[in-house]
């Protein structure tokens, strides 16, 4: 089996509005979720006007691909995770994160400046390097003013200053140049994916709590062949492995009584591919909209509900940076799938906590 991504987010609050964090193999994101209703129809690619008001994730929505690998600014939130587990020629095995964030301002005041804000663009960029124990991590926040972040299709690109994900088109079909550099850290990877897009949840919508608009429009690239390069500590290592991509758009998804979820996908040997998230209630147990799924060699999928599989915590880690305790080791149950598997982190210090202003 290989060893798959965890994310683990954390408790929402307002004054962790601001406070965001990510881990390479175990994650955490703290985030504090708006509250907007209202609807409009999605603008075009080439569409600057400002958005007063944002679209509800509602079923029936109609996936088409290469558009929805980019930005929806009607929604929101958005986000594209990619993560993946990569070794070189000796073995040497290595996580990375790059993720990219996309945070609507609902900005009603008329201003022509291309200075003006309507969308914040967050990133982060994670190594971790197994055999010697170390994690590194980078993060930015930029407007997109004069082109410093955005999420284009028409340029083929998700980008936040140097950092950015291009998507590549050939004649045997698409692929995802990652690049990224800071300090003595730095990848440069091509993503390939081996299946086409699985479409999350139901009807075009991963419902995450009750009412209507509470869900997000989510799809994942399950297994994209990767190879490239890692640089850490100043060595360059030629690395080939797996990756996973995520990515999802919504207005309003949690509730206050969901005080946050956790997360985690498997690339397992016999060509599945699994995903699952566990919504955190205030009283400690979990939500029933908890989901998640399972996607077979053929590529076709199978969705999965909260009485379908059982994510049970066996251990965890205390950060001593922010106190924060992390679940690092699980018992997966699908019993009617067959699958019954305990995973853990691969290291226990891989927290990213930032705090960085806007540029």
Known sequence: MKFGILKHLGTRSPAAAARWA????????IFTWPHVTG???????????????FCKALPGYQFEFPRDHFSHRCFRTEWWYFTGNLSDENGRRFGFELTFFREGVDNPYPNPSRWRVDDLYLAHFAISDLAAERFFYADRLHRP?????????????????DWSAELR????????????????HRIRLELTPLRPPVIQGRDGVSQKAEGEGNASHYYSLTRL???GVIETGGVTYNVSGLSWMDHEFSTNQLQPNQVGWDWLSLQLDDGTDWMF????????SR?????????????SSVQLTAADFEMTPLDEWRSPHSGGTYPIRWRI?????????????????????????PE
């Open 169 to 184: 088109t050939t004649g045997g079909g698409e692929s995802w140049l990652l690049q990224a550099a800071e300090g003595d």
């Open 39 to 53: 609807a409009q129809e999605e603008p075009s690619a080439q569409d600057s006007s400002p958005l007063p008001r």
């Open 225 to 227: 062949a990767t190879s």
């Open 277 to 284: 998230f566990q919504l955190r209630l205030n009283d400690g």
């Open 145 to 161: 003013g004069i082109e410093m972040a955005g999420a284009d299709l028409d340029k083929g690109r998700i980008w936040n200053a």
């Open 287 to 299: 939500d029933a909209h908890s989901a998640g799924s399972v996607v077979l060699p053929d590529g």
């Open 333 to 357: 149950q699908v019993p009617a799938q067959g699958l019954d598997v305990t995973i853990s982190a691969a290291m226990e210090d891989q927290e990213l906590l930032s705090r960085t202003p």
């Open 22 to 29: 990510a881990l390479a193999y175990l994650c955490a994101w």
